[in-house]
């Protein structure tokens, strides 16, 4: 039995990384277009999550799957990977000075069985100008980042302040994922790296 991270993200591999636990990383070949929004943020990111992990049952039927989806929302309204370097600017611009939740479902399928949750945080923005957010996408890649932005590296430039899971925030909410893990037979304490 191997550990399989359905997710092709280099910041869920990095946290991934902080334990022992050997895993491979796959692409669940998803399309997260299929799920359509109906105005609960929970609902919709955990059933990204649980889609990604069947997506990948056929491929990998004796491990363990952890996948996991991440949502930025705001007033009603989800935010995804932007399509281009202009809808990324004009998230940042809906987001800046304003609050926001950040929401990731996780899923973990193991033996035809999928157990499944999801993580909130809060982040509050600074008000932003044209130039900073212009600057920020030129310096940081946003396409591959819910709503435009990672909140690490730079990120401390633009977030005032959040309530909840940093690494929620940046893709894999670690005491979700371990207690999720236990039901499928692993325990992240047992994989703790020395410092």
Excluded at 28 to 40: A, N, T, V, W
Excluded at 174 to 187: E, F, N, P, S, Y
Aim: proline share 6%; charged share 25%; aromatic share 10%.
């Amino acid at each position: 039995m191997s550990l399989i991270l359905g997710s092709t993200s280099p910041r869920r591999r990095e946290i991934l990384d902080f334990f022992a636990i050997p895993f491979t990383q796959a692409s669940p070949h998803f399309d997260e277009s299929l799920i359509p929004f109906q105005g609960d943020p929970i609902a919709f990111a955990k059933e990204v999550a649980i889609g990604k992990a069947q997506a990948l049952k056929h491929r990998f039927p004796h491990d363990v799957i952890l996948t996991a989806d991440t949502i930025v929302y705001q007033n009603g309204k989800i935010f995804l990977k932007p399509e281009s370097l202009k809808e990324a600017h004009a998230m940042l611009k809906e987001l800046s000075g304003k609050e926001h939740q950040v929401f990731t479902g996780v899923a973990v399928l193991h033996k035809n069985e999928i157990f499944s949750d999801v993580e909130q945080s809060r982040v509050f923005f600074h008000e932003l100008t044209e130039p900073q957010i212009q600057i920020y996408h030129e310096n940081f890649h946003p396409l591959d980042k819910a709503g435009g932005y990672a909140i690490q590296k730079a990120g401390s430039l633009i977030v005032k302040r959040i309530e909840g899971c940093y690494y929620n925030i940046m893709g894999l909410p670690i005491h979700t994922v371990r207690r999720l893990l236990l039901k499928a037979g692993i325990d992240l304490w047992d994989f703790l790296k020395p410092t």
